[in-house]
């Protein structure tokens, strides 16, 4: 499997990722979820910028 593939794979994976993330934040199911709100942000959060800076820095590896 080429470089780009999987660069392009997870671009796409981050992006499904996010957009779950946001529809699960606008109707959540959980009934104390607002109590929780911030610690599930912070975690998405860490989880969405580890995933950034891996593909930076596999995309500058790749083009530099």
Partial sequence: MSMT???IA???LMVIAL???IMIGINPAEAN???QTKRHYQRFGVIYLTMTI????VW???FF
Wanted: avoid cysteine.
């Fill in 10 to 12: 997870s671009i796409l």
């Fill in 33 to 35: 979820y607002g109590k």
């Fill in 60 to 62: 500058f590896y790749k």
């Fill in 54 to 57: 891996l593909t930076t820095v």
């Fill in 5 to 7: 593939s999987i660069l």
């Fill in 19 to 21: 957009a779950g993330t």
